[in-house]
């Protein structure tokens, strides 16, 4: 049997290894970016330059891995989309806005193309060994006519609905926890080497110990669940925590800037009856509480 031509727009670092993989594993690819000579590895490697965005529609299942929504949205336009024959399927991996997300997905319905939201997780070397993590949101029969790309794409495919902006909002939360991450070493870090520690020793126990991916299993778990009691670690005893590190950064001329704001997230947990007595996790109660009503 005959392999549909794919198409793939989009040939940054992680579109280029995201192509090069679909072309390894057989597929036929035609290729367009918007600086041409972006996809000159990918032509050399056995690709077909399409000369512009309409060509690659036009193999009516395409795939793209675009910088941002501007990009997107002048790539993805009503009149590229005519390129389209009927019952096309776009599955797109950028990471978009949910409102970008919402209007790409009128506009390829008002053509008449199917689309997924499929943003991926991992970086390049993920993507040339078709490892990565892809979520992907869309109709189920749009996810199912995809999931046999996905799975040269990815190691594990996870759905999470019928609208593609979920797609795209699990990807925002998940580099949301990233941020802090980084935010989180570079103070940590930071403080430990003003104390006259060596920061990748520092790094090397942090890991071996605390951050294996045990806090986020285990307290993402209890979070999610609600689960705060009996408590492990409580509410006090992180706020005493907290102000250990404070008393360390004043005492070592280091500024912590996300330091105020935990401090009066443990600080309301603490005024509340209702969570005071609980696992420390329950911090997450007064971010939930500031969420606006419908």
């Not at 996810?143 to 495919?157: F, M």
């Amino acid at each position: 049997m005959t392999m549909p031509q794919l198409g793939f727009l989009g040939l940054g670092t992680m579109g280029a290894a995201m192509a090069r993989h679909l072309l390894d594993s057989g597929h036929s690819i035609r290729v367009w970016n918007r600086t041409a000579s972006a996809a000159d590895a990918v032509v050399d490697a056995g690709a077909e330059r399409a000369e512009n965005a309409g060509e690659a529609i036009a193999t009516g299942l395409f795939f793209s891995m675009l910088s941002n929504d501007d990009a997107a949205e002048a790539t993805f336009t009503a009149e590229s989309l005519t390129a389209a024959p009927a019952g096309s399927l776009h599955v797109c991996h950028s990471t978009l806005s949910l409102a970008a997300t919402d209007r790409l997905v009128e506009v390829h319905r008002q053509a008449g193309v199917e689309y997924v939201a499929a943003p991926v997780l991992g970086r390049a070397n993920l993507a040339a060994s078709g490892t990565l993590n892809i979520v992907a949101a869309g109709s189920a029969s749009a996810v199912e006519r995809a999931k046999p790309y996905l799975d040269i794409l990815g190691k594990r495919t996870w759905v999470v609905g019928a609208q593609p902006r979920n797609a795209n909002l699990v990807k925002i939360g998940v580099n949301y926890n990233l941020i802090h991450a980084l935010q989180a070493l570079a103070e940590s870090v930071t403080l430990i080497e003003r104390g006259g520690v060596d920061g990748e020793t520092f790094v090397e126990i942090l890991t071996d110990a605390a951050f294996t991916g045990a806090a986020y299993t285990g307290y993402g778990a209890l979070i999610a669940r609600k689960a705060y009691s009996p408590p492990g670690f409580t509410v006090a005893l992180g706020l005493k925590d907290l102000a250990l590190t404070e008393q360390a950064a004043a005492a070592h001329g280091v500024t912590l800037p996300s330091a105020p704001v935990l401090r009066d997230v443990f600080e309301s947990a603490l005024a509340d009856p209702a969570l005071a007595g609980l696992d420390w996790s329950a911090i997450a109660e007064v971010t939930r509480g500031l969420v606006q009503p419908d």
